[in-house]
């Protein structure tokens, strides 16, 4: 892990047509890096939302840069409906790849383990299932016959993206409890995350540091960035700004209210 | 004392409805379930039963998880979630679930966030109950759009879940697995069996004078109001407020 | 959780047959529990290294209470092989279950998952697939066909046992990146904990000790048992005591020789 | 300074075959590989080359691992680890290891502990460097009795690792898949071909006068013996001090 690098030099990783995974609301969004993915402009993207997805991915598509989601779902919590993405889906301008929670967790856990593929139960006769012909069902070999097993195949992100408490000067991450994002950085062929500090301490210093630390080996590029999950909150850390993420849902009803909102918040952020 | 709100014996009828559970898991944005788990936890803890164990989802305060998102679909996988609550854009009457949208998929006329753990969770936690305030005839259809989550599965398929209660703001109905479909056991007071005939897509089974469901008693409606509300508002504190100003003495 | 258990009375909760799960050498084995097991003398007990065995597996192998033995190796480390497993294996005393580690992860991460089965790369063409009919062999259903994987069942075992640093008055367990351990108990239908000591502040009062910390959720009983690891090392607590691991091979290299360590050690145990 | 000792050479070889790896695994009672690790690490960084990563399992110290002992796996599964070292009861001209022991199954004449890791890594870690001290007729056969790793597989098996090289205390060996089988590369001062044919169960490809295995220079010796030995006195004491004792100038 080289030295801390600059939000839009982050951004700048990203190329055209990549698969990206991106946390779930409350475990440490990079919403830091969201106007910087836009400003930069790599379009024709996938989204996995781990397991879920909102304001983040919601931006991104509003802003033109996603032919593809995969995700159990898409909200902005209390704040209501994902408006771009809803608009999306009416407007049949993106690829949806409707999954349930687990399922994204088990193509994840597959990548993780150098596996093809994770078997999961339940799925059998939803309509989530029928809409996905890139999962299998196999009769259980272990059983007697019949009983069916979805097989979801890894799946192995060109990048994942989070925001995290701090990072050590080596390049370690302190997550916390929030280990999805320790998945997401196994599973993904490259890990970018943006923090709020970086420490001098070492993180593998104290069992006690070590236990809650993504090792550097699975992280690419650092960027520090203050509270760079808002208006998201970090676990642990501050508490999402509520009153915002409205006002996004209230602006964002439009493709001109969206794009009042990008000006204005993108000008504040740069 | 003010006489209970009408949430209040919602929330009554959930910690009801979960008796006897030792785990209780319930989503982030579902105050009415989590105060129905908190006055179980709460009611056992005075009557010396076994504890209630609460998971509230995306909560720091309330989630006693440390291995991220995927250990409550784990932990359901194992068998040691005993309840759960799914609502739905659409629920219909052999107890399928709906939370993607109406109309054709993928490009729904109205698209829903999605089905969450739902296509997981109802197949392997015993006692779902389907939660949804309101009662219309466009959530209660006859049969969904969208199948998040069956209601039941073939013989041979794999599961030890499934739907178990419906709960919505107008009545309480149990789900018979066997035949399937619903069973309308009580109607909230205030209302009655043609509103909630009205009010439903699909057929149900249902008494010639069904019982009408039970308000909170007086220790029952002195917890919610004390030591539950306080526990609601660390983590619901808008919902904690709307709750009490239903039920303070100038309402 | 309930209050703490004496030690002699979590043996006790072992019953004749059950499956059991033990720790990596290093992990943190609850060598505090051995004595009182062969003491109980719960017999035909299945026994599940995670993923290797060493002294703790030995001497319940040499007080003649195991049927079975799923390991990926069994040792005493630096002190050389494990004298009762070998004896055993030379005259058929054991049915064995040669693994290879990752596979014994796998099966408990299939229990981990409520799935019937982990699909792994690697195996094919070894003695180790060859000899366990109950793992499968599938053509990978998501290749153009051939592409075999295996697939390793689930393993749930009845009872988890180790030892770890401290517990809270709740039952919550501190395990800190020991995380095989959670895999244990999440897979374990029960989990017999001891721990060095019991703490009065809550695991989950600050991120930073959650984030090492295994739920009571999974956590059927606790002892206490100071140095509980002994001769063993817990891992960033203290370390391995060689000597006395030397001591054992070298005494149980005979029946007769391991009947009087054990008449000696446990003498000084109870 | 006096000369280099035997397992030096050793020590230095492993720095060799290591060169451009990014990381490395060592198993916990493994000094010697650990020793050319870390002295690969010490040289690059001197050469301002890119860092190497060392996991020495079972060590805290040098364990940078926070995922409990599957993550070394899951790590090579990922294609995160670029060389790992496999020792083995017996090793066989085709690249076969056998762990496990001597004679038939389960009931073996000679048991060792068992197949660890090596049915899986074997086949996923990339620089995989058999690695055995001894070098007998009894540990290098012509066909193992168990095969715990396979030298290769059939076309069709997913394979993206397997053995690069086999280092003895009398020489060092290429590995070549397609053959399959080894090629003697040199041949460690002191010891000569006839010695190594006559230790070797298993026929094995040589130049006529195979070159001798180049001892460390003075700049590597120095840094052996200065910064390798003290990161290795941490983790290996024992070996450490061993080391030291023989290179001494009183020995």
Request: include cysteine; charge should be negative.
């Amino acid at each position: 892990m080289p030295a801390t690098t600059d939000i839009p030099s982050l951004a700048r990783l990203i190329e055209p047509g990549m698969q990206i995974a991106l946390p779930v609301d409350y475990a440490g969004v990079s919403m830091a890096m969201t106007h910087a993915l836009i400003t930069h402009g790599a379009g024709n993207l996938d989204l996995v939302c781990v397991p879920t997805g909102g304001l983040q991915a919601d931006m991104l598509i509003g802003a033109g840069l996603v032919r593809s989601v995969e995700t159990s779902a898409m909200t902005l919590g209390e704040a209501g409906g994902a408006p771009c993405f809803n608009r999306a889906v009416k407007e049949g301008g993106i690829v949806l790849k409707d999954a349930t929670c687990p399922a994204i967790h088990a193509g994840l856990t597959a990548a993780q383990k150098g596996a093809p593929f994770s078997a999961m139960r339940g799925l059998i006769g939803t309509d989530v299932l029928r809409h996905r012909p890139d999962w299998r069902v196999i009769d259980n070999p272990f059983g007697a016959g019949g009983d069916p097993v979805v097989l979801i195949p890894a799946i192995q992100p060109d990048v994942a993206i989070f925001h995290a408490t701090m990072a050590d000067r080596a390049g370690n991450v302190w997550i916390g409890r929030r280990r999805e994002l320790a998945t997401m950085a196994y599973a993904a062929r490259r890990t970018i995350v943006t923090v709020e500090r970086v420490v001098e301490d070492d993180l593998f210093e104290t069992e006690t540091m070590a236990a809650g630390t993504l090792p550097a080996l699975y992280v690419d590029a650092i960027g520090i960035a203050p509270n760079g999950a808002w208006p998201y909150g970090l676990w642990g850390g501050y508490p999402a700004d509520t009153a915002e993420l409205s006002r996004y849902a209230a602006a964002a009803r439009t493709t001109e209210g969206f794009a009042a909102y990008l000006a204005d918040t993108g000008a504040a952020a740069s | 004392m003010t006489p209970s709100s009408p949430r209040e014996t919602l929330i009554t009828t959930i910690a009801g409805l979960l008796d006897g559970v030792r785990h209780v898991a319930v989503g982030a944005s579902s105050p009415i379930p989590a105060a129905g788990a908190m006055l179980l936890r709460a009611m056992s803890e005075v009557a010396g039963a076994p504890p209630v164990r609460i998971s509230i989802l995306g909560s720091v305060r309330h989630n006693f998880f440390t291995n991220g998102s995927v250990e409550l679909f784990d932990c359901a996988g194992q068998g040691r979630i005993d309840a759960f609550f799914l609502s739905g854009g659409q629920i219909d009457g052999q107890g399928n679930v709906n939370l993607v949208g109406v109309g054709d998929y993928p490009q729904t006329k109205v698209r829903w966030p999605g089905s969450f753990g739902a296509a997981y969770l109802y197949f392997v936690v015993p006692r779902v109950i389907l939660f949804r305030e309101d009662h219309t005839p466009r959530i209660f259809v006859d049969k969904v759009d969208f199948i998040s989550a069956p209601g039941t599965s073939p013989e041979g398929v794999y599961r030890s879940g499934g739907p178990y209660a419906l709960l919505t703001g107008l009545g309480l109905f149990d789900f018979d697995a066997a035949r399937p479909g619903f069973r309308l056991r009580s109607i909230h007071p205030g209302h009655d069996l043609t509103e909630i005939t009205d009010a439903t897509g699909f057929a149900f089974a249902h008494d010639a004078a069904p019982a009408a469901t039970p308000p909170p008693d007086a220790a029952t409606l002195a917890l919610l109001r004390g030591r539950v509300l306080d526990e609601l508002s660390e983590t619901y504190p808008d919902f904690a407020a709307q709750l009490q100003r239903e039920t303070s003495e100038d309402a």
